[in-house]
């Protein structure tokens, strides 16, 4: 669960609860609890309270493990709840065994939290060290579990209170840690911003620290965090305090108690109180802020270890200042130091000082004030706090005054007065947005006086009534500012009132959009299902049972339009579970409904049939309502779908928009369906196409093979019969010579020898032919020899080869033998041989190409054989795509983009190996790593491997 929730969030939530009933409710309650904490906490006790009692009884299916969680959860509401009103103790322990339950459950989220508010009852104790650690543990936590919000949050309150201790070292370690996607995450926001203008104001930057405020308010306020607006609103105060507009102070210090008051805890109105108290102070209202400070410290009593009651005493120490009232001044100061260095806070600690130093100056005890006001001056110097440095150096001034003292080590000024008041002013200049106050050289001009030096006393009075027109301008530029904020607030306020009546209007129509919601999720489920289907018979089958499920159907029918679009076939059709015989209807029919739609592109709707109203089919019985809707897709119309029942009025506006919707993705999905199977078609043909162009080349190349030893044995086989008939006329004429029956022996022995060599060879060559042209057609796995098949694919290929002046050699061991499939491979060689010449040699001079088929050694049951020619090499840009089916760079120059796409599926899917290209400019080598013994695997379809 989130740590802060939007109001947008909330609304929606608080508008969707009053409808639920029983444990329902339990997963509405729970977050609602949880994030009213802050905005409404007697409604989040109360949600509370009825999700534990909905736990403890109504939901005996939950698991235990989540019943365990929820409980955590909602004991930290309560926690939160008593820290809040101020009961720390018991918040603590609720804190503690909430954090401990969900550590044990290892729910992050849920740990993390109670280190976060037990680090918060720490911190309104005064024990910031435990409150330190606990943040570190949340920050750890939130780490571990992923939670990146939450462990911001803990660094950024880590930094604002490193920040009050020093601040030099934590602007080093921090102001670098937060992301501007954190910066934009308003839970998250309103800490970093709030660091952010702590460190400003530290660094006495109290234009740009009233900025960061007042992000840190708006982004409180949208997320719930009731607390840290209200500090927000009280820090924006502070620093028009520091500025000098008192009366903006008061109106962000009002702006803050109106935010606390209703929600009685004690803490944020005790500061609110606190504050307002002091601004009345310096706008000379002294009673005002006494009644005020009396409220604020009674309040603010059972949190003594507090900031805020630190607050409290350092304004009773001023307003007794104020009041002339030096030992009350004194006491206050004394209780502020001591929790300043409990604190360990410098602010606290140079003030406290500062304040004894005034109050001991007026009890005539000027030693003692100068060592204090001394120390308060280093404290300021050494945190870079230029206010509280001035603050210090001026009492200096009046302790100097009031009483004679030795003058300070390196004194410039005539006097130690003059000396600090000096100090004060050149420190004073280097605070960005400080109106230098005019009773500062009101002093000076009067010690300039007092001593005599009247030419410095003038001028400093001069300075003195340039500061104070300067201070009204401020002011009025203040109040510019102030107006400014207050627009901003109050446009931010109505935004999010709007933003709750929209929620409200919202609320009242939940129960139709609940409705609504589910049948769009549910359509849409379907249409993800129905386009899924590339094959027609399964999205008619889909459309069925998704309309007999959502409409009142005895009749569903598809019609599509035949070729030319003349008429429309039905060719899918269920009446009351009953299949339905295809039947065709002219588009031109003028009653009947389905071809109307069709030409006038329309939904029809017949909701009490007459007679005429709806055209009979052969075999159908008669309906009383009936819908007509197109199946298109884009400007085509691929047909007509038709629901009907035998009820009047069946079909509702819902009911038609569901049928037009299962329409939009029949229609879809039938053309996808049809696109599928035409693109199927194109690639059968494509690859018959390559394969009859192999075997044409095949065939062209055993006959270039089989004429020569078949046309020498012919041309010696005439040449014997000649030689036999001049035999035969010897014998038959003068008589046959033993010379002549010997010449004729000798010459029928020679021709003999040629005859069958010739024979021989063509018979071998045949072989090959038959084996291969076998291996190819049928798939066959057998064990072959890996030369001999090799050797029998380049002898088909020779004649490609020899034709082109190109040449071929091949290296391969005669020992490698291989269970697997020769025809498919050898097809992958041939793929090779022909890719090489049609592409690799283009541009190369005649008998200048030369390609190498190798196989080495077979390693650990795998043989790689490698393809290698001397071509120009394949385009790096074209690399990516080369066994892409269709991808070829020779479209209508003999190149049909298939042989590369078909031999990897050969080697990758039917044989079992690899296969891997490598190119360059000096030529293209494809090697295959092939196993010894092909996988057993189901043989996959002649189709699978070739498409």
């Not at 080349?697 to 004429?707: F, R, T, Y």
Request: proline share 4%; charged share 20%.
């Amino acid at each position: 669960m989130d740590m802060f929730a939007l109001d947008d969030a909330l609304a929606e939530w608080e508008a969707a609860l009053p409808p639920l009933r029983g444990p329902a409710r339990l997963s509405l309650l729970l977050p609602l609890a949880w994030h009213l904490r802050q905005r409404d906490t007697p409604r989040a006790l109360q949600l509370a309270a009825e999700a534990e009692a909905l736990l403890a009884s109504a939901v005996p299916a939950l698991p235990a493990e989540q019943r365990d969680a929820h409980s955590a959860r909602l004991q930290l509401v309560r926690a939160e709840a008593s820290w809040l009103s101020g009961q720390l103790d018991a918040a603590d322990a609720l804190a503690q065994q909430a954090g401990q339950r969900c550590a044990a459950l290892q729910l992050a989220a849920g740990d993390a939290d109670a280190h976060w508010l037990r680090a918060w009852i720490a911190i309104d104790r005064g024990d910031h060290v435990a409150a330190e650690a606990e943040l570190e543990q949340m920050a750890a936590v939130a780490r571990a579990g992923g939670d990146l919000q939450r462990c911001a949050i803990a660094d950024a309150v880590n930094a604002r209170w490193a920040v009050l201790r020093d601040l030099p070292s934590a602007q080093q370690r921090w102001s670098q840690r937060f992301t501007p996607a954190e910066e934009n995450q308003p839970g998250v926001a309103s800490w970093i911003y709030d660091y952010y203008g702590l460190a400003a104001s530290g660094a006495s930057d109290f234009g740009a620290a009233a900025g960061h405020y007042l992000r840190c308010y708006e982004a409180a306020l949208e997320s719930g965090q009731l607390r840290m607006a209200i500090t927000a609103a009280i820090n924006i105060g502070l620093d028009f305090t520091a500025l000098n507009d008192h009366e903006a102070a008061l109106e962000w210090m009002e702006s803050a108690l109106d935010l606390a008051r209703p929600t009685g805890w004690p803490r944020s109105i005790g500061a609110c109180l606190t504050h307002t108290a002091d601004s009345m102070r310096r706008l000379g209202r002294l009673e005002a802020s006494a009644a005020l400070l009396q409220e604020a410290v009674q309040l603010l009593a059972p949190l003594s270890g507090a900031r805020s009651y630190a607050t409290a005493l350092q304004y009773l120490g001023d307003l007794a200042l104020d009041q002339g009232d030096y030992p009350a001044a004194l006491d206050a100061f004394r209780k502020l130091a001591a929790r300043g260095d409990a604190l360990q806070h410098a602010d606290f600690q140079s003030i406290a000082r500062r304040g004894q130093a005034h109050a001991l100056c007026f009890l005539d005890r000027p030693q003692e004030a100068l060592a204090m006001a001394v120390q308060a001056a280093e404290l300021a110097q050494a945190q870079a706090d230029r206010y509280h440095h001035v603050a210090a150096l001026r009492v200096m001034s009046l302790i100097h005054l009031r009483h004679q003292l030795p003058p300070p080590a390196g004194m410039t000024e005539p006097n130690a007065t003059l000396h600090f008041l000096h100090q004060a002013l050149a420190v004073a200049g280097h605070i960005n947005g400080y109106t230098l106050p005019a009773d500062l050289h009101e002093a000076l001009a009067r010690e300039y006086a007092h001593i005599g030096d009247y030419r410095q006393a003038y001028a400093a009075a001069q300075r003195a009534a340039a500061a104070r027109a300067q201070t009204h301008s401020q002011d009025a530029t203040n109040r510019a500012i102030a107006m400014q904020v207050q627009h901003q607030t109050e446009h931010a306020r109505a935004e999010g009132f709007h933003h709750r009546e929209l929620a409200a209007a919202e609320a009242r129509r939940v129960d139709l959009l609940q409705q609504t919601k589910a049948t769009l999720e549910r359509l849409s489920a379907i249409g993800q299902e129905i386009t899924t289907h590339l094959d027609a018979s399964a999205v008619f089958q889909a459309l069925h049972r998704h309309v007999q499920a959502l409409l009142p159907a005895n009749s569903l029918a598809i019609y599509l339009c035949d070729p030319g679009c003349d008429t429309i076939s039905r060719v899918f059709g269920i009446e009351n579970g009953q299949p339905l015989a295809s039947n065709t209807i002219d588009v031109a029919n003028p009653r009947a409904n389905a071809a109307r739609s069709l030409r006038e592109r329309s939904e029809i709707y017949v909701a009490n049939a007459g007679p005429d109203d709806i055209f009979l089919a052969p075999g159908t019985q008669v309906m009383v309502s009936a819908l007509y809707v197109p199946l298109r897709v884009g400007e085509r119309t691929l047909g007509v779908m038709t629901v009907q029942s035998t009820m009047a009025n069946a079909y509702g506006e819902r009911h038609r928009l569901i049928f037009r919707t299962l329409c939009a993705y029949g229609a879809i999905a039938l053309d996808n369906a049809e696109a599928y199977r035409q693109l199927k078609d194109a690639q059968t043909q494509l690859v018959s196409q390559e394969k009859l162009a192999a075997l044409g080349a095949l065939m062209a190349g055993v006959a270039h093979e089989l004429n020569t030893p078949i046309g020498n044995s012919l041309l010696i086989a005439s040449t014997l019969v000649q030689k036999t008939e001049e035999l035969e006329a010897q014998m038959n004429g003068s008589g046959l010579k033993r010379s002549a029956l010997a010449a004729y022996l000798e010459d029928a022995r020679k021709a003999h020898e040629l005859v069958m060599r010739g024979l021989t060879s063509a018979a071998n060559l045949v072989n090959s032919f038959k084996q291969v042209a076998v291996d190819r057609t049928t798939e066959q796995r057998r064990e072959f020899n890996l030369a001999q098949v090799s050797q029998e694919v380049v002898a088909t290929m020779m004649n490609r080869i020899r034709a082109a002046g190109h040449r071929i050699e091949l290296e391969m061991p005669d020992t490698v033998s291989l269970d697997s499939y020769p025809g498919p491979y050898g097809q992958v060689i041939a793929n090779f041989i022909n890719n090489a010449l049609l592409h690799a040699f283009a541009g190369k001079s005649h008998g200048s190409g030369s390609m190498w088929l190798r196989a080495q050694a077979p390693v650990d049951g795998r043989v790689q054989v490698s393809f290698r020619d001397n071509g120009g090499g394949i385009a790096p840009e074209h690399m990516s795509r080369i066994f892409d089916p269709f991808f070829t760079t020779k479209l209508g120059q003999g190149g049909s983009g298939l042989g590369l796409s078909i031999s990897y599926n050969i080697v990758t899917s039917l044989m079992g190996g690899l296969i891997t290209v490598h190119s360059s400019r000096d030529g293209t080598t494809f090697t295959l790593d092939l196993p010894l013994t092909a996988p057993e695997n189901k043989l996959p379809s002649t189709s699978h491997i070739y498409h």
